[in-house]
C-alpha cells in the first residue's frame, strides 16, 4: 500500500488556500507543512521571552482556523513545524481552536532542539571559525531533529504533530518510515525518502512556483498554483503531482530546479537521518503535470547534528528616494554621494544602490540607455536602533536638503538577527513528546 | 556567441554565505558542449563582481545538469547582509547572462 503525502507549505509566509484545497480534494494521508526558515526561530524565541505563551509560528492560528474541518472530515494527518520555539504552546492554541470548532483531535507536540541552555557556546562557528558567543549576544540555539523525533509521535496516533526545529525533508521521511517500517540501517530507502521530502518541502517551487519566464519558460494559469503531492511506494519511488484544475507544472524542467535548490553537495545531501546521492536518482516524465522518481542511493546519517545559532546583530537602517525623467542617475549618483558625505563618520559600513540600474546583481551585465528613472537605496547597520534610524532621516532630507526632483521617499528601520551554526553530539539531545486531546461532545 | 539564457535555465539557493546555482540546458544534447565551456574557472570571471571566494561546479550527469556552489557570494549572508537581494535568489539571472561561443 502506498501513502499520499500532500505539501501544504513551503515557507512561513506561504499562501494559506492550496493547503486547503489538498485537505479537501487530495485523497491525503499525511499533509505537511513547513513554515520555518533559518532564522524565523530566532524572532520566535524572542516573542517566547516577552510572552511565554507564544513563539510559535504567527501564522499557526491562522492555517489551524482554516484547515482543521477538513483534515478531521478527511482523516488527513498533519505534520508541521509551525511549533518554532514553542511546540507546546503552539499545540495548546490548536487545542483552543479545536475546542471552538467542536472538532475533536489529539495533538503531539515534539521538543528537545532548543539546546540553548546546554550548547558549549565557547565552540567555533563553521562560518566564522571563531567562538560562537563572540558573534553577538546569542538568542537562540535550536539542533536540527531528524525522523526520529517525529517517529514516536506518529505512534501516539495524534492527528496533528507540531514541532520545533526538525529538517525540512524529516518531516516527510517520517511518516514514510512510520508506514513502510524503514529502519536507519535501510539506507537507500531512507535516501530516496529524503529526496522525496527535499522535492515537496518549499510547497509550489516544484510545481510551477518561481519557474516562470514569459516568453521563454511558460506555467499556466500560475495564479491559481496547485502545491504538489507524492504517492510514495515501499521501494521508496514515487509519483508527483498536483490535482486537476489547479494551475503550475511538474515536469523535468521544475523538479531538476527543485532537486538541486539549496543543494551544497549532490552527492552528499546531508541531513540528521541520512547521507543522500542526489546523483543516483532517475527522474522521468510519465503522463502531463505527472512525474515518477526511481532509484537513489544513501549512507549512514551522521553522528553529529547540526545547531542553528542565532545573535543579536544590530539594527538595519535604510532610506529610498526615486528620481526621474533626463539625468536621473546623475542626480540619484549626487544623492548618494551626499548622504555618504554626511554619514560616513557614523558608520562603519553603508550601501549605497541604485534600484533599476545595478541595485540586486550588485552589478549589471547589460549596456544600456540611461533608464527613465532610478531608486537610491542607502543602507547600513548600528548597535541601536536611534543610530539606524539616521540612515532614512538623512535619505528623506534630500527633499530639501539634496538634487532637484527627488520623490517618494521611504525609510526603514528593522532588527537584524544573525545565524551562526556548529554541531553537537547526538546524544546531548533529549527529545520528548507531549500530546493533547480534545474530544467534541 | 551565445547567452546561457538560450541554452539553459537556473535557480539560485543559499546556505549561510554560499551561493548555489543550477545550469540546466533545455535540450539534453547541450549538456556536453556546456561542460566543456562552462567550467568552474569561466564562471568564476563572470560572477566576479558578486562572487570574492572559490566556485566549484558539481556535475549531475542523470538529470543533465550543473550545481555551482560558490564561496563568500553574499555579502556575509541572508540574516546581516547589507544587499537588495539578502538570499541572492536573482543571481540565477547573472549566471545566465554568460556568454558562450556555440
Not at chain 1, 481552536?97 to 562557528?125: F, M
Not at chain 1, 538577527?417 to 533529549?430: C, H, K, M, T, Y
Amino acid at each position: 500500500m502506498n501513502i499520499r503525502i500532500g505539501s501544504g507549505a513551503g515557507f512561513s509566509g506561504d499562501r494559506l488556500e492550496p493547503a486547503l484545497h489538498l485537505a479537501e480534494k487530495g485523497n491525503l494521508d499525511y499533509l505537511v507543512l513547513e513554515c520555518l526558515a533559518e532564522r524565523t526561530i530566532a524572532l520566535a524565541q524572542k516573542r517566547k521571552k516577552q510572552d511565554p505563551t507564544l513563539g510559535y509560528d504567527p501564522l499557526l492560528e491562522k492555517r489551524m482556523r482554516l484547515l482543521l474541518p477538513a483534515i478531521s472530515r478527511n482523516n488527513v494527518r498533519l505534520i508541521t513545524n509551525m511549533g518554532a520555539a514553542n511546540p507546546i504552546s503552539g499545540a495548546e492554541k490548536v487545542m483552543d481552536i479545536a475546542k471552538e470548532l467542536g472538532i475533536s483531535v489529539k495533538v503531539a507536540a515534539v521538543t528537545g532542539d532548543d539546546v540553548l541552555n546546554v550548547l558549549d557556546t565557547t565552540v567555533s562557528a563553521m562560518e566564522t571559525g571563531r567562538p560562537l558567543n563572540e558573534s553577538g549576544p546569542i538568542v537562540s540555539a535550536n539542533t536540527y531533529l531528524g525522523a526520529d523525533a517525529i517517529l514516536p509521535a506518529l505512534q501516539t496516533d495524534a492527528d496533528i504533530i507540531i514541532t520545533g526545529r526538525v529538517a525540512d525533508p524529516s518531516l516527510f521521511l517520517a511518516p514514510m518510515m512510520y508506514h513502510f517500517g524503514w529502519s536507519f540501517e535501510d539506507v537507500d530507502l531512507l535516501a530516496r525518502g529524503t529526496v522525496i521530502g527535499h522535492l515537496l518541502e518549499c510547497g509550489g517551487q516544484l510545481s510551477g512556483g518561481y519557474f516562470a519566464d514569459p516568453g521563454k519558460k511558460e506555467v499556466a494559469d500560475l495564479a491559481n498554483l496547485g502545491f504538489p503531492f507524492a504517492d510514495v511506494q515501499a521501494d521508496g519511488s514515487a509519483i508527483f503531482s498536483k490535482l486537476t484544475g489547479t494551475g503550475g507544472a511538474i515536469n523535468l524542467m521544475t523538479a531538476k530546479e527543485q532537486l538541486l535548490y539549496e543543494v551544497v553537495n549532490p552527492h552528499q545531501y546531508v541531513t540528521p537521518d541520512i547521507i543522500a546521492d542526489f546523483t543516483s536518482v532517475k527522474l522521468r516524465e510519465i503522463a502531463p503535470d505527472t512525474l515518477e522518481i526511481t532509484d537513489g542511493k544513501g549512507m549512514k546519517r551522521p553522528e553529529s547534528l547540526k545547531v542553528s545559532v542565532g545573535y543579536e546583530a544590530g539594527f538595519l537602517g535604510e532610506g529610498e528616494i526615486s528620481y526621474a525623467g533626463t539625468n536621473a542617475v546623475a542626480r540619484a549618483e549626487l544623492a548618494g554621494q551626499i548622504v555618504r558625505e554626511r554619514l560616513q563618520d557614523q558608520f562603519e559600513e553603508m550601501r549605497i544602490d541604485y534600484i533599476g540600474v545595478s541595485s540586486t546583481h550588485r552589478v549589471s551585465y547589460h549596456r544600456q540607455d540611461e533608464p527613465y528613472e532610478v531608486r537610491l537605496r542607502v543602507a547600513a547597520k548600528a548597535k541601536r536602533a536611534e543610530e539606524a534610524t539616521r540612515i532614512g532621516e538623512e535619505v528623506e532630507a534630500l527633499y530639501t536638503n539634496g538634487p532637484a526632483g527627488g520623490g517618494g521617499a521611504r525609510k526603514y528601520v528593522s532588527e537584524v538577527l544573525g545565524i551562526v551554526s556548529s554541531f553537537i553530539p547526538r546524544d546531548e539531545i533529549e527529545m520528548k513528546i507531549t500530546v493533547k486531546e480534545h474530544k467534541a461532545e | 556567441m551565445k547567452k546561457l539564457y538560450e541554452l539553459a535555465h537556473s535557480r539560485a539557493g543559499d546556505k549561510g554565505n554560499i551561493l548555489m546555482l543550477s545550469l540546466i540546458p533545455y535540450e539534453e544534447k547541450d549538456y556536453e558542449r556546456l561542460r566543456e565551456k562552462v567550467t568552474a574557472d569561466a564562471v568564476k570571471e563572470h560572477l566576479a563582481g558578486i562572487v570574492d571566494g572559490e566556485i566549484i561546479r558539481y556535475e549531475v550527469p542523470n538529470i543533465a545538469a550543473f550545481q555551482f556552489v560558490c564561496q563568500n557570494a553574499l555579502l556575509g549572508g541572508v540574516t546581516t547582509s547589507l544587499g537588495m537581494d539578502t538570499h541572492g535568489k536573482s543571481l540565477s539571472a547573472a549566471l545566465l547572462e554568460m556568454e558562450i561561443d556555440m
